[in-house]
């Protein structure tokens, strides 16, 4: 039986990509920052015959990591999947502008690319950037020697197209991207696979009140999105599913090893005219 480690399990995706998971008769190890979440996304599974727990986890933390680490491997076993999923954004390093702004780029009560928050900044960056890498170091030591093991880092469609506002989600969106790449090339000759995908516009509890209004309209922001999405929607998170089950089947994709998928709708085709 083979052990999967998902980080950020507590989410609306990383809790679909845990279920879809433990249909393939894994163990399911869930972590997230948020130990209510990922126990109760944990108990969701079991409860429908799967084998799952949840844990919580700072995938800063290296203590953090290495602590997890060992209750899962008393619990499981040795990691044999890795998906790191943990990231996300935050206000203090958003503009409130799309475009630079004659008279508006000195003001103290808006968010400018001048005044952006450093700590807001950095915070962001290494969530997504370093919460890949150090889960990575941590859990890929288990799978060296080992047949059929592989990695899926979750990056986004901003690492294709970056989003007006959001310069650090983008950046280190883009860092994961590359690091992929990376570690697909560094652990090639001990046989570890590792690929990314990159969602286009999904509803998540981190983005559902920037993407609707109470009323469940799309805000202007949402439509500007549908516009430039040529099949006019925002994704459901059982479509990613596939891609989940195809990059994670070293029979399906045994051969495939340092790409970035994207799952956006034609979102990263589309040029807008």
Not at 129 to 148: A, C, I, R
Request: glycine share 10%.
């Amino acid at each position: 039986m083979k052990t999967v480690v998902i980080t950020g399990a507590g989410g609306v995706l990383c809790s679909a990509f845990a279920k879809e998971m433990a249909k393939t008769g894994a163990a399911v190890a869930l972590l997230d920052l948020n130990e209510k979440a990922a126990v109760a996304a944990a108990e969701a599974i079991v409860a429908d015959g799967g084998i799952a727990k949840g844990y919580a986890c700072n995938v800063l933390d290296r203590e953090s990591l290495k602590n997890v680490h060992e209750q899962i491997k008393q619990d499981f076993g040795p990691c044999s999947i890795l998906i790191n999923g943990a990231g996300g954004n935050s206000p203090k390093c958003t503009t409130t502008h799309e475009f630079y702004e004659d008279g508006d780029e000195n003001r103290d009560d808006i968010s400018t690319f001048f005044n952006l928050d450093k700590a807001g900044f950095d915070f962001v960056f290494n969530l997504n950037m370093m919460g890949t890498l150090l889960p990575t170091q941590e859990f890929v030591v288990d799978m060296l020697g080992v047949e059929g093991c592989c990695i899926l880092n979750v990056s986004s469609m901003n690492a294709f197209r970056p989003l007006t506002k959001i310069p650090a989600y983008s950046s280190a969106k883009a860092a994961v991207s590359n690091f992929t790449q990376w570690l697909a090339v560094h652990f090639a000759p001990k046989g570890i696979r590792v690929n990314a995908m990159a969602p286009g516009f999904f509803v998540t509890n981190q983005n559902r009140a920037l993407l609707f209004n109470e009323d469940g309209t799309p805000t202007a922001r949402t439509e500007k999105i549908l516009r430039a999405t040529p099949m006019g929607r925002v994704g459901e998170a059982e479509e990613l599913l596939g891609t989940l089950r195809w990059l994670t089947d070293e029979k399906a994709s045994g051969f495939v090893t340092g790409i970035v998928v994207p799952v956006d709708g034609g979102f990263s085709a589309y040029s807008g005219v």
